[in-house]
């Protein structure tokens, strides 16, 4: 019965706020951005890499790609609005071309009028009394359902939003009144933001919802936005080392920044979503979700020394899941932490004990302006991992990991040079430009750094020059490649500043990123798309699938030109044989590799059901059930770890040394150790992938000594 009463309830409040009026300031478009959209389209027809048409069957697409770049979630659209805007669909095409922007600021117009309604809506709402006894559904993620028939529709999926967004914060104990402040709060601030867009950013809107589907990685950014990137990021940077991005709603953290605070602390992973921020050890949390991620970074920076704290949930977590808080020292992220890393370990392998070394690499750096300069003390990293390789050999180190995991790339001369180091002078990588021309990068020093057994790590995001080193090591048999499939990212982008083609310096254009070129391996295939394929595979995390080239409907295809002339440094293919044997026999008895594949199965059961309870009772058991879950992990794994005798199978992997802790300041080191010994449920990090690295690495060693012995008893 409390249900049957509920109902009408709020199909009542529903057409009382429907009539609600909004106070509405329309965008119109610059003149300059009539030529901006001409020169963009003459631009990409006659340089990009990738041949395209801008005709009737792309105008649709256009049309469809720019309004769910407004509205992805299908939250502020009715039906009528969407087949109001299909009269546009074959004309788009010719608007780009001839520069008529129109259609394109009436539907902006229109997305800002639906914003600003839905905003009256849900803080009236707020004042209502709201219960949380039925269990009825909140479908959070709405991308792949049918838009709202009509206004009253709308409002019964936004009434269940606010509920749901109520809910969630009710299980974190806060106050009514709290939830209200913070709620109204909440929805005024993502309405601004709308209400606040100047005529540039939504012509950057509509332009890139062109350019994104000639090819993922071009795109176009408007003045503001190409003259402080630079500047944003650094913002970013300051403070806890991590590049953070933003959906509209929610921001994330894109890029953790290696040897920065957070990475040192260890928590965050890219695409975690921050729901509040909280200064100093203690005090409140201010709620973030809605707000620019300029203000976001604002609240994060802060004097080095001091700490913050972020509530986080995962990306691929939804409202049921409860936030867990992270607390960073903040500092400034300097060169030589963003720099080549090393750890030395141990591994006891049934009578031998193999030294190891791990070259942890975040990124390919170079400091251009030193090289140009002619300074002789440069950084890059060809430089500092041969520093590195030569600490390896004065400690005796017998095999070398190169960690890539999580590399997104950087200086492709660098990815040449750092081949280098580990063979012979011969290619390393080719590129086909647009008109044609290929040009094949050599490395033309015989000299070796290394040239003992080597494995290379790599994981979904590992791209663009990882892929390129990867891939030389594989192709010329220098290494073995562990890890999971690459990006796939083999494209080259230059950015042209638009003023460059226009006459009138008076008019401030904005830039266009375009793909002017593809990377292909030396063995004539492309790290576009399929990226690079490991030669031993791990299980991947839940979520990944979603990540990486393929996941682009228009993304490059693969694709082949002719082979480099090489020599090969090694036939692995026996060897590789047998480690995947010995691996594979590991990975059945490794309790890691068994909570991986539970948390896998757990995932592709959970995945697709993008809906929430609306009951508390319903939402506090699935809170506990998570919370067990994590627990009885907790408990084998301290079980397993406490066995004194291990499986025979798996050798015993101990860290000898790590240069990162040095890196680690005295606050950060303290804030560490009280998080520690605060948190019930702090649960020491695991590298069980690099462990196991390190397992296969010494099995490689093996193998080779075993076939030196034969080669020396055939000699004999």
């Known amino acids: 019965m409390k249900r049957i009463r509920y109902i009408p309830l709020i199909g009542l409040l529903i057409g009382q706020m429907a009539v609600a009026k909004v106070n509405f300031e329309s965008i119109k478009p610059s003149p300059k951005h009539k030529e901006e959209s001409q020169l963009v389209v003459k631009l990409v027809e006659k340089l990009h890499y990738k041949a395209s048409e801008l005709d009737d069957d792309f105008s649709q697409k256009i049309l469809d790609k720019y309004i769910s770049t407004l509205d992805p979630n299908k939250m502020y659209f009715l039906g009528e609005d969407i087949l109001a805007f299909n009269r546009w669909k074959n004309e788009i095409d010719d608007d780009l071309k001839s520069g008529n922007l129109k259609p394109a600021y009436e539907i902006f117009n229109t997305f800002k ?213 992270v607390n960073i020292v903040r500092d400034k992220v300097k060169l030589e932490q963003q720099a080549a890393q090393h750890q030395i370990y141990e591994v006891k392998n049934g009578k031998h004990t193999r030294k190891i070394g791990v070259i942890d690499l975040p990124t390919f750096y170079l400091d251009f302006a030193g090289l140009q300069s002619g300074d002789p003390d440069y950084r890059s990293t060809t430089k500092d991992v041969k520093k590195i390789l030569d600490k390896f050999k004065e400690q005796g180190v017998q095999g070398v990991i190169v960690d890539l995991r999580n590399n997104g790339g950087g200086s492709l001369y660098e990815a040449v040079q750092l081949s280098g180091l580990f063979i012979d002078k011969g290619p390393v990588v080719q590129t086909k430009f647009s008109y044609g021309k290929i040009d094949v990068k050599k490395d033309v020093d015989p000299r070796l750094a290394w040239n003992g057994p080597m494995v290379v790590m790599v994981n979904k995001l590992s791209a663009s020059a990882s892929e390129i080193f990867a891939a030389a090591m594989q192709d010329y048999g220098r290494a073995v490649i562990v890890g999971n499939q690459t990006y796939g990212k083999g494209t080259v982008q230059n950015v042209m500043p638009l003023n460059d083609y226009y006459n009138d310096p008076e008019v401030e254009m904005g830039q266009l990123k375009m793909t002017m070129g593809q990377f292909f391996r030396i063995n004539g295939g492309s790290t576009q798309n399929r990226g690079v394929i490991p030669d031993i595979t791990f299980p991947q995390s839940p979520g990944f699938e979603e990540y990486g080239e393929s996941a682009y409907d228009n993304a490059l295809p693969w694709n082949s030109i002719s082979s480099s002339e090489y020599t090969l440094f090694d036939d692995l293919s026996d060897e590789i044989s047998e480690l995947r044997k010995r691996y594979q026999a590991r990975s059945d008895v490794n309790f890691e590799f068994d909570f991986l594949k539970n948390e896998i199965a757990l995932y592709e059961q959970e995945k697709d059901d993008h809906t929430v309870s609306l009951s508390a009772k319903v939402r506090e058991q699935k809170i506990e059930e998570r919370k067990q879950r994590k627990e009885e992990r907790k408990k084998k794994r301290a079980e397993m770890l406490a066995n004194v005798e291990a499986h025979p199978l798996l050798g015993e992997v101990s860290l000898v040394y790590d240069s990162k802790e040095a890196l680690k300041s005295d606050d950060t080191i303290e804030a560490e150790q009280k998080a520690i010994e605060e948190d019930e449920d702090y649960e020491e990090f695991v590298d069980f992938r690099l462990h196991e690295t390190a397992r296969i690495l010494s099995d490689f060693i093996d193998l080779k000594m075993e076939n030196l012995i034969a080669k020396a008893a055939n000699n004999d």
């Open 113 to 325: 009028q639906r914003v600003l309604k839905q905003k009256e809506y849900a803080k009236n709402l707020l004042e209502t009394e709201l219960t949380f006894n039925a269990d009825e559904k909140y479908q959070w993620d709405r991308e792949k359902t049918a838009w709202a028939i009509d206004q009253k529709e709308l409002n019964e999926i936004w009434a269940k939003k606010v509920k749901n967004d109520y809910l969630t914060l009710k299980l974190l104990n806060k106050e009514p009144e709290k939830i209200k402040e913070t709620l109204d709060k909440r929805y005024t601030v993502m309405a601004k933001r709308i209400e606040d867009l100047k005529s540039d950013s939504v012509f950057q809107y509509f332009i890139n919802s062109y350019l994104t589907l000639v090819e993922p990685h071009t795109g176009y950014m408007e003045p503001v936005s190409s003259e402080n990137f630079e500047i944003n990021m650094k913002l970013s940077l300051e403070g806890i080392g991590a590049v953070l991005g933003n959906d509209g709603e929610y921001t994330s953290i894109q890029t953790i920044v290696k040897g920065g605070p957070a990475d040192l602390e260890g928590s965050l992973k890219s695409g975690d979503k921050v729901l509040a921020v909280g200064q100093d050890e203690e005090g409140t949390f201010e709620d973030v979700v809605g707000w620019s991620i300029e203000d976001v970074v604002k609240l994060i920076r802060g004097e080095k020394g001091s700490t913050v704290r972020l509530q986080i949930i995962g990306e691929d977590d939804g409202p049921e899941t409860m936030p867990h808080t």
